[in-house]
C-alpha cells in the first residue's frame, strides 16, 4: 500500500536558522506529492506540492524537490522564523483512474521556532 | 467565500449516543471528504464523495455513515458513538474528483470525545 514516513519531532530550532524536515514515501504508482501546515488551532492549508519526479514546490520562503530516485519529498527553509512554529505533514495523493484515494498522510511534524 | 465550514467545533457525547459532524463549502468543488487526527497518527481517510449522490469508503469507515444529498453538504454521522472515536475531524473539498495534484481545502475541525 501506499505510506509516508516522516520525522516527528517535535524539532525545536532557534530563529533564523536552516530548517529540513526529511520525507520519504512508498506509492504503487507515480503519485503527487504536498506539504500540508496546521497551525495551532486551525485546520491543514496547503503549503507547496509537485506533481512529477524533479519538480520542485516552493512558498513563503519553503522548498521541496519531487525525487523519484530517493522517493524523497524533503522540506527545507533557509531562515525560520517564530511565525513558523507549526505541525508539517506531508502527503501523497495517486490517480486511481476515476476513483479518489484522497490523500495519504505522514504523523505530522511538529516544528517549534524559539526567539 | 467562507471556504469550507464544520459544526460544531467541539462536541462532548456520551458512549452510545448518535449525532451529525455537519460540513459545507461554497466553492463548488466535486470531491468531499472526511478525515480524522489522531496523535501520533497523522490524518486517515473515513468517507468520501465525488459528487452529489456517490460515496464511498476510505481507510477506516468503521462506525461512521455519510450521505451527500447537494453539492454543498457532506455530513458525517455517528450511529453509536465509542471512546475510540475521541478525535479531531477534519472535511476536505477539491475541485476534481481525482485529488491527484489538486489542493483539497480543509475546515477548522470538529474536536468529539466520547466519554
Known amino acids: 500500500g501506499n505510506s509516508v514516513t516522516q520525522m516527528e519531532g517535535p524539532v525545536t530550532l532557534s530563529e533564523e536558522a536552516f530548517l529540513t524536515i526529511n520525507c520519504t514515501y512508498t506509492?504503487?504508482?507515480?503519485?503527487?506529492l504536498f506539504w500540508y501546515v496546521q497551525y495551532p488551532g486551525e485546520g491543514l492549508q496547503l503549503l507547496l506540492k509537485?506533481?512529477?519526479?524533479?519538480d520542485k514546490g516552493s512558498n513563503k520562503g519553503f522548498e521541496a524537490t519531487y525525487r523519484k530516485e530517493t522517493t524523497s519529498f524533503h522540506l527545507e527553509k533557509g531562515s525560520v522564523q517564530v511565525s513558523d512554529s507549526a505541525v508539517y505533514f506531508c502527503?501523497?495523493?495517486?490517480?486511481?483512474?476515476?476513483?479518489?484515494?484522497?490523500?495519504?498522510f505522514g504523523k505530522g511534524t511538529h516544528l517549534i521556532i524559539q526567539p | 467565500n467562507a471556504g469550507v465550514t464544520q459544526t460544531p467545533k467541539f462536541q462532548v457525547l456520551k458512549t452510545g449516543q448518535s449525532m451529525t459532524l455537519q460540513c459545507a463549502q461554497d466553492?463548488?468543488?466535486?470531491?468531499m471528504s472526511w478525515y480524522r487526527q489522531d496523535p501520533g497518527m497523522g490524518l486517515r481517510l473515513i468517507h468520501y464523495?465525488?459528487?452529489?449522490?456517490?460515496?464511498d469508503q476510505g481507510e477506516v469507515p468503521n462506525g461512521y455513515n455519510v450521505s451527500r444529498s447537494t453539492t454543498e453538504d457532506f455530513p458525517l454521522r455517528l450511529l453509536s458513538a465509542a471512546p475510540s472515536q475521541t478525535s479531531v475531524y477534519f472535511c476536505?473539498?477539491?475541485?476534481?474528483?481525482?485529488?491527484?495534484?489538486?489542493?483539497?481545502?480543509f475546515g477548522p475541525g470538529t474536536r468529539l470525545t466520547v466519554l
Open positions: 502527503a501523497l495523493s495517486l490517480y486511481s483512474g476515476g476513483g479518489a484515494d484522497g490523500l495519504t
Open positions: 466553492m463548488n468543488h466535486e470531491y
Open positions: 506509492a504503487t504508482g507515480y503519485p503527487s
Open positions: 476536505a473539498s477539491s475541485y476534481e474528483t481525482s485529488g491527484a495534484g489538486n489542493e483539497q481545502f
Open positions: 464523495s465525488v459528487g452529489a449522490g456517490i460515496t
Open positions: 509537485a506533481t512529477k519526479a524533479d
